[in-house]
């Protein structure tokens, strides 16, 4: 059974640092691709950042541009999204996805909030 566990997340001032963790079970990790998606209130999911298999490539979101870096490693089945000069419109509940066999698997999701 396909698993994630976001334990990440949590209360971060604008403009400080955050690395959310995605940890994965239940399938051959190294061979998808992960995703980070995120929505904010009153806001759509869009997608943020995703890495291809085995890390090969990265794909980002213009809205996020140069300010995350998404990263895995297939060694302990785990997904990371770390996030710099974070704003008030940063804050939403992030999600780890990734697509198998045409279904899709999702994170529970994680909070974060951006305030001072």
């Known amino acids: 059974q396909v698993q994630f566990v976001e334990p990440g997340g949590g209360l971060v001032q604008p403009g400080g640092p955050l690395r959310l963790s995605c940890a994965s079970s239940?399938?051959?990790?190294?061979?998808?691709?992960l995703r980070w998606h995120r929505q904010g209130p009153g806001k759509e999911c869009e997608l943020v950042a995703e890495?291809?298999?085995?890390?090969?490539?990265?794909d980002y979101a213009n809205s996020v541009n140069d300010q995350v870096t998404i990263s895995r490693d297939n060694a302990k089945n785990t997904v990371y999204l770390q996030m710099s000069s974070l704003k008030s419109e940063d804050a939403a509940v992030y999600y780890c996805?990734?697509?198998?066999?045409?279904?899709?698997?999702w994170g529970q999701g994680t909070q974060v909030t951006v305030s001072s």
């Open positions: 996805h990734t697509t198998l066999l045409f279904q899709n698997y």
């Open positions: 239940g399938f051959t990790f190294s061979m998808y691709a």
């Open positions: 890495i291809a298999r085995r890390g090969g490539s990265t």
